[in-house]
């Protein structure tokens, strides 16, 4: 909530940022940035978990790949507000009002890059496998998944900044995170202090998210560290 005025607010009216409003809500913004952490984990991962299948559904044929594009197209074409609200008399106040459309967001990206990542993979590579006798499903798990890895995890990189700036619309719905505090900075008589603050926390949030998400990229292919070296 907004803090009482101090000497500096009280010369300047209404500053875009005020170190005194940081210190006096350090409380609200901790759990504010924790219940923002966990919609977007949610909902990255729920899209994560839906656009796989979708995925290698999609490498199957052209016109499997044209219909998983234009699912995930014209789901990401609903109105963000419209879908939140659309949801409400499902799941309520619940986080799923907010995870569940931002999860068919994330598919646009997650799914296209999964599939580019999979389609990019060496043809050499797969008939290298098959050639040792490798099923096919060993050959998707051990050989494709593998290589598509980096156009995999830059997918979702994208789709998970993304998803850090849609959860702010979750506070229209009193759904937590930055967005509900955004929110009321701008119907307590557009409070900035209270409205900066959490939008460079959201900026904040976003970056870190992505060099995490680098570094697990760098992890995790460690086959590329050797190329580039």
Known sequence: ??????????????????WHYVTSNAGTIEAAAREHVTLTLLSVALGFAVALPLAVLGTRSNWARAGVFGLSTALYAIPSLAAIVAFYPIFGLSRWTVVVPLAMYSLVILV???VTGLDGVPVEAIDAAVGMGMPARDVFLRV????AVPTIIAGLRLATVSTIELVVIGGFVGSGGFGEYILEGLHDNDYHAEIMTYLIL???LALVADLLLLGLQWL???????VAE
Do not use: C, E, H, Y
């Open 144 to 147: 494709r998944l593998p290589l």
């Open 202 to 204: 959201t900026i904040l």
């Open 1 to 18: 909530m907004r803090p009482p005025a101090d000497g500096f607010t009280l010369k300047v009216g209404n500053p875009w940022f005020s």
């Open 220 to 226: 995790v292919t460690p086959w590329q560290r050797g």
């Open 112 to 114: 296209r890059n999964m």
